[in-house]
């Protein structure tokens, strides 16, 4: 079982920054391939961005170059850098795991329990 807590969601402004983490914890977390999804009011859920066990990067085309995922295992925390954010960007993001590698299409294993990003044009 993996357990996972996300943090530093907000309101911010059309252009601001703001780092999500999300903590992991149980046996092997490093092990597993990590992401983040998306959910905005009245849409389904959207993949953002993946990373995987040996720290190579995925991110889906309306964050690319705005986005950049990352984690440091020795602190089992997953990290997403939000830059140039947008009001579409506004949405519930979740941290996701997996032993299998992060998709858009499948859903993964374990899930947070989702942060808020809110941002006014």
């Known amino acids: 079982q993996v357990q996972l807590v996300e943090s530093g969601g907000g309101l911010v402004q059309a252009g601001d920054s703001l780092r999500l983490s999300c903590a992991a914890s149980?046996?092997?977390?490093?092990?597993?391939?990590m992401g983040w999804f998306r959910q905005a009011p009245g849409k389904e859920r959207e993949f953002v961005a993946a990373?995987?066990?040996?720290?190579?990067?995925y991110y889906a085309d309306s964050v690319k170059d705005r986005f950049t995922i990352s984690r440091d295992n020795s602190q089992s925390t997953m990290y997403l850098q939000m830059n140039s954010l947008k009001p579409e960007d506004t949405a519930v993001y979740y941290c996701?795991?997996?032993?299998?590698?992060?998709?858009?299409?499948?859903?993964?294993?374990?899930w947070g329990q989702g942060t808020q990003v809110t941002v006014s044009s």
């Open positions: 996701a795991a997996d032993r299998q590698g992060i998709t858009a299409t499948i859903p993964p294993t374990f």
């Open positions: 149980g046996r092997s977390v490093g092990t597993y391939n």
């Open positions: 990373i995987n066990w040996i720290a190579s990067t």
